[in-house]
């Protein structure tokens, strides 16, 4: 279901802002989807978990030495790209 926020009546909006956590702007298209988590066997849900580590082990194995700051800056800035009005809480 894809409605514009235009359209929406206030209780909508609400809805839609409480969940969002921000403001939805006129302009914006609100798009709302409902989906059935898979079901995931004990094992597969282990085998992906292992699968996992091994990957971040890897990217950590790879990853240059930087400080807590610039691992903060770098973050926010992805956070940011995603989220333009994100500020961090401090």
């Known amino acids: 279901m894809i409605r514009n926020a235009k359209d929406l009546s206030r209780g909508q909006k609400a809805v839609i802002e409480s969940l969002l956590g921000r403001s939805v702007l006129e302009n914006e298209a609100i798009s709302i989807r409902a989906i059935e988590h898979p079901v995931?066997?004990?094992?597969?849900?282990?085998?992906?978990a292992a699968d996992l580590r091994k990957y971040f082990?890897?990217?950590d194995a790879r990853r240059r030495p930087g400080s807590p700051e610039e691992a903060e800056e770098i973050l926010t800035e992805a956070i940011r790209s995603s989220r333009p009005g994100y500020r961090p809480h401090q």
């Open 57 to 59: 082990s890897e990217v």
């Open 40 to 48: 995931l066997s004990e094992q597969r849900r282990q085998e992906q």
